[in-house]
């Protein structure tokens, strides 16, 4: 086994856990013994009681001297985890994924555009403004990994700007949201140029603090984010 971008091995061994995960392969109430993980996934002890400690902590596992380590049933994962989002965005249950995180988004990212409408410094404003530019540029050309890096900018920019701790600590699980409706082929080739002038119009909202119409603009990008996902679905 190779290591992988973006945590080395013991990423790589979350990967594949969380594949056989969702879709199955390992359900809740198999035990496995270290030593059973250590052949399944190629790895050495160490790795794998990073792994566990981190499955631990996100409620996937329990783990017992002379029981093993036990999987846990989907109810108790840490179901905002970053980690939890992206296996189920690469799984079988991807679209639901999607549907429960716009249902969520719809209740956390306009409250925090009414926010930051009059909380957001002038260096976030600009940050909204740039990022909204960088869309506007990008999504007419079909540059879709460019315009996702800029859809994340604005969106983890607007959550931060909403000046709460806790709305701002949506922002990776936005992040995985967005990341995965691009990878997995559910946005359109060319995105709506409605949507992408909202994005412009609650940058110039939050700039010039009205939050009622930041709070309005931005309920009608979550919304229509979901709208385009099940028009894809349904035509697949």
């Known amino acids: 086994m190779t290591r992988t971008q973006g945590g080395g091995l013991h990423h790589s061994v979350l990967t594949q856990i969380g594949a056989d995960l ?53 109810s108790a994962w840490e179901a905002l985890s970053p980690v939890i989002i992206r ?7 991807r679209l639901a994924q999607l549907r429960e995180v716009s249902e969520l988004r719809r209740g956390v990212e306009p409250q925090a555009a009414w926010l930051a409408a009059q ?9 909204l403004r740039e990022a909204a530019e960088g869309m506007a540029a990008t999504g ?17 920019t607007l959550l931060e700007a909403s ?3 806790l709305l701002s600590g949506f922002a990776p699980f936005v992040a995985e949201a967005l990341t995965g409706r691009t990878e997995h082929d559910l946005m359109p080739a060319i995105p709506e140029q409605g949507a992408i002038d909202w994005h ?37």
Request: with cysteine; net charge negative.
């Open 22 to 74: 969702t879709s199955g392969t390992l359900a809740a109430g198999d035990v496995c013994s270290m030593e059973q993980l250590e052949g399944r996934y190629g790895v050495s002890r160490t790795v794998v009681r990073e792994v566990v400690k981190v499955l631990e902590s996100l409620g996937v596992v329990t783990s017992r001297r002379r029981v093993g380590v036990t999987i846990q049933p989907e």
């Open 87 to 93: 296996w189920r965005l690469e799984g079988p249950q």
């Open 119 to 127: 909380r957001a410094t002038p260096e976030q404003a600009t940050r």
């Open 140 to 156: 007419p050309e079909g540059d879709l990994q460019a315009y996702l890096a800029h859809d994340i900018v604005f969106h983890q």
């Open 163 to 165: 000046g709460n701790a």
């Open 200 to 236: 412009a119009e609650v940058a110039r909202a939050i700039a010039d603090g009205h939050p009622d119409l930041a709070e309005e603009t931005t309920r009608r990008i979550v919304t229509e984010a979901q709208d385009a996902m099940d028009e894809i679905d349904a035509v697949g």
